[in-house]
């Protein structure tokens, strides 16, 4: 099965400066890559998402990145502002009627002032 | 907006008891997960829902059951539970063909002792 791994485990970044997440998969089959960002007290939410026929995807100060050949994906975050402190789970996912998520292991993400 | 509950925040129970957790969604979703979060080892699926009645194994099943009677509702059963069944528990709902974009409850952290 499908196997995600995702470093670094915490990370610490001074507000204004930017972040980068980075995973990897084992399932070349794969073709859907999905982030969540997961808030205290809250449910994991879907943040940003690229596919496999995409290089590259924007929205506002986040963007993820995919390298098909190295089987490796990438969260970015430009600008980091307090509200960006969370833990963040990238995912891979084949897509279709019986697709099923598999999580890396999250990273945690801490904005200091 | 799509919401999902489950019925407990936090919960507390004996060694060998049996245990209820419940999740409820309003989106009409086709299927419904389970989940666990454990510190360093991410989100893992325990079972999955694409249906009334319908049930499948995720990657780490043992010791944990479901029900799904209604469209709506997705159980997890834990027949006698174990110290090592403390964890965060996620239940997550999402429309048939698109499995990868799901949304998640607020969590049930169960503490077994």
């Known amino acids: 099965g499908e196997n995600v791994e995702q470093h670094p485990s915490t990370l610490s970044v001074q507000e204004g400066d930017s972040a980068v997440i980075k995973c990897t998969y084992s399932?070349?089959?794969?073709?859907?890559f999905p982030w969540y960002k997961q808030e205290l007290g809250k449910g994991p939410q879907l943040i940003i998402d690229?596919?496999?026929?995409?290089g590259e995807k924007k929205d506002q100060r986040i963007a993820v990145t995919l390298n098909k050949t190295a089987k490796h994906f990438s969260l970015h975050i430009t600008e980091t502002q307090p509200e960006d402190s969370a833990v963040y789970f990238c995912?891979?996912?084949?897509?279709?009627?019986?697709?099923?998520?598999?999580f890396g292991t999250g990273t945690r993400l801490q904005v200091t002032l | 907006d799509v919401k999902v509950t489950q019925s407990s925040r936090y919960l507390v129970k004996r060694t060998g008891e049996k245990v209820f957790l419940e999740c409820v969604q309003d989106?009409?979703?086709?299927?419904m997960f389970w989940y666990r979060q454990d510190p360093g080892l991410g989100l893992r699926l325990i079972y999955f829902?694409?249906?009334?009645?319908?049930?499948e194994k995720g990657d780490i099943p043992e010791g944990y059951s479901v029900s799904r009677e209604k469209k709506e509702r997705f159980s997890l059963i834990l027949e006698s539970a174990s110290t090592n069944q403390t964890s965060m528990y996620l239940c997550?709902?999402?429309?048939?063909?698109?499995?990868?974009?799901?949304?998640f409850g607020p969590g049930t952290r169960l503490t077994v002792t």
């Open positions: 829902s694409y249906d009334v009645k319908m049930k």
């Open positions: 995912a891979a996912s084949l897509t279709g009627t019986a697709s099923k998520l598999t």
């Open positions: 690229i596919r496999s026929n995409v």
């Open positions: 989106m009409d979703h086709e299927n």
């Open positions: 399932d070349s089959a794969s073709n859907y």
């Open positions: 997550a709902s999402t429309r048939t063909g698109r499995a990868y974009e799901q949304y």
